[in-house]
């Protein structure tokens, strides 16, 4: 098993395949359209022709992708930042602790970029995903709420 950087060639189709997967699981109103799936298609076309502003990661187990991360250097007030925008494991390799070996590479990718920081949002919901954060050193800082109308 071992963590390497995303060749377009081989791991498009792995991250495509994984985008109504990773939405569900995280909105839970979301639906998977084609159109959907068009425009992450053109999202992560765009990423892999932007390096210097997109780090994606693959997790690798007998040659067959079975994760990825997908991190973003951004911009806002406050200055630049990196960006956790997916991090994903298929079904049956969760709950491993593999997730951390993603969130390594594409910290180090980040820092490489001359980031000192690095954000990322999730449904509160999502325990797993909260608790390999707080692990990792990801701490609260603002909130998203909601009430029904
Ligand atoms: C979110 C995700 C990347 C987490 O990675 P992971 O490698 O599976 O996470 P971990 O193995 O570190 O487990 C995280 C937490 O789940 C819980 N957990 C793991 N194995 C468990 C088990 N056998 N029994 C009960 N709880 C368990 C623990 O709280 C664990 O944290 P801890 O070990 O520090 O206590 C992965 O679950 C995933 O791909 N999910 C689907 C996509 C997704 O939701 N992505 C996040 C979008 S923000």
Known sequence: MEVRPYRPQTDFRAVLNAQCDLY?????????????????????????????????FVLEDAGEVVGFVWVAVRMDLQGPYGSVDQIY?????????????????????????GLDLSRLYVTAENRDAVRLYERMGYRVTRLEMERPL
């Open 89 to 113: 494991l298929k079904p049956e390799y969760r709950r491993r602790r593999l997730g951390s070996l993603l969130l390594d590479a594409a910290h180090r990718y980040l820092k490489e970029q």
């Open 24 to 56: 569900r699981i995280n909105f839970p109103r979301f639906v998977c359209t084609p159109g959907f799936l068009a425009d992450q298609a053109q999202r992560l076309r765009q990423a892999q022709r932007r390096p210097y502003e997109n780090g994606l």
